[in-house]
């Protein structure tokens, strides 16, 4: 054999051989191989709350980290939950984020079926520094795995001149029962034909505020069992849901840009709901200086039932398996879970609630807010929080909203709520035992 082709021979077999021992690339190295070093990608929804939040935390870390890129996706969250849900089930990680924000709903769901892909935050997350109700959602065996962000307190803001004109004053929409609110709603629809709320059949936000009220839920303390038939705050809720309708104070909508007209319109008096409906309400400028914020309404035959509850708010994950991880931590250290010049911007900038306890006694949570007749709101949202009933949202919130959301109709048509529920509750443990 000539010199030169057995060159080339050996060449060529040294070539296989390192190929084959070279080990194929995991699925793991390969997350996100379209992201450099030094970036971090963040994935949320809404681009008027959660991604400017996200961005003005970009800019507050950028000041100490320069070098590091951070990208901020905007995401349906219906498509978020449906690309972790994808990703996770088939150990596929490639396109995730770093950083994602999870609904509290929903986050037990991630944590139990798919236990390992979320990072153990418990480091940098100091438990006596938040909310409560808010970290026992995103705790599992006794690790916290998300820093807690928004909360979702819930509040009763309600147009002063309407509760006027009915012949009510400000100190009647304190420390009130459901059954006064429907009262004092009566007035004000025969006084100024306003009614007093609006209430959508396919969302039941007003029956979780009056169950988390009392400190229950569709599920028992475990989030595992159904909990429908020996459940008293969830019949009382639909008891209550109930009058409601029959007291004819009620606008039935339907979507949320029609929730959003009826006030924004001036169509109700009243809007029962998670402080993040002030974003809309205060829209309407037109309206600033009639507007008030009381407490929510308590379940007066449930005596557990207090003046505070909670609806909606999300928290901030690590992808653990996306190759920023390390850095995405070292970014929610430096930002939502100790930095409190973030979130008092955040009050000014959203109109952020937060769940970190040192946020009540920032600078401005103190500021009167003129639309609201220069009430403090924030200082009220700030105490109502710290008194909401903590609950374990379980796995299953939504599917058995449908559930519930079946059911009401049948009870609202006067079948028997305890037969009703019932089978709502061999059908609910059917669809776990399914799903």
């Known amino acids: 054999m000539k010199r030169r082709s057995l060159w080339a021979f050996l060449l060529c077999m040294t070539l296989l051989f390192l190929t084959a021992c070279t080990p194929k690339p995991t699925q793991a190295s390969l997350v996100g191989t379209d992201n450099p070093p030094d970036t971090i990608t963040i994935w949320a929804w809404d681009e008027n709350f959660n991604i400017k939040a996200a961005n003005l935390a970009k800019a507050y870390y950028a000041r100490t980290n320069p ?21 996770f089930s088939a150990s596929n990680y490639e396109g995730l984020p770093d950083i994602v924000l ?24 100091n438990p006596d520094q938040f909310m409560d109700y808010k970290l026992r959602v995103m705790t599992d065996d006794g690790k916290v795995y998300g820093v807690p962000f928004d909360s979702g307190v819930a509040a009763l803001f309600y147009r002063r001149d309407y509760i006027r004109q009915a012949g009510y004053t400000e100190e009647d929409m304190e420390n009130l029962t459901w059954d006064r609110y429907i009262e004092i709603g009566k007035a004000v629809k025969e006084k100024t034909g306003k009614c007093m709320l609006t209430l959508d059949p396919s969302d039941l936000g007003q029956i979780r505020i009056m169950m988390q009220s009392a400190g229950a839920w569709y599920m028992k303390e475990d989030g595992e069992s159904v909990n429908f038939t020996d459940n008293p705050a969830l019949k009382a809720a639909i008891q209550t849901y109930g009058k409601m309708i029959d007291s004819g104070i009620a606008l039935q909508i339907s979507g949320w840009d029609p929730f959003v007209k009826a006030f924004q319109e001036g169509e109700v008096a009243s809007v029962p709901s998670g402080c993040w409906a002030m ?33 909606g708010g999300g928290s901030w994950y690590v992808i653990d398996k996306s ?30 609630v937060s769940t970190l306890k040192s946020a009540g006694s920032m600078e401005n949570y103190s500021l009167p807010s003129a639309f609201f007749g220069g009430q403090k709101i ?38 028997d709520m305890d037969e009703i529920l019932k089978n709502a509750q061999t059908q609910a443990r059917a669809s776990i035992v399914n799903s």
């Open 67 to 87: 070098g590091v890129v951070v990208n901020v996706v905007s995401m349906a969250q219906t498509n978020i939950v449906s690309k972790l849900n994808t990703a």
């Open 102 to 125: 999870i609904e509290d709903y929903r986050i037990q769901n991630f944590l139990k079926s798919f236990p390992g892909e979320l990072r153990d935050l418990s480091a940098i997350v």
């Open 279 to 311: 974003s809309s309400i205060v829209q309407a400028e037109d309206q600033s200086g009639k507007w008030a914020v009381a407490p929510i309404p308590r379940m007066a035959e449930v005596p557990e039932s207090i003046n505070a509850s909670s609806i």
């Open 323 to 352: 190759p920023g991880a390390d850095l995405a931590v070292d970014f929610l250290s430096k930002t939502f879970a100790s930095n409190d010049r973030l979130m008092n911007d955040l009050v000014k900038d959203i109109s952020l």
């Open 378 to 415: 924030y200082e009220d949202f700030a105490k109502w929080t710290e008194q909401i009933p903590p609950v374990n949202y379980g796995l299953y919130t939504y599917s058995m909203e449908d559930i519930i959301a079946e059911s009401l109709q049948s009870i609202m048509q006067g079948v």
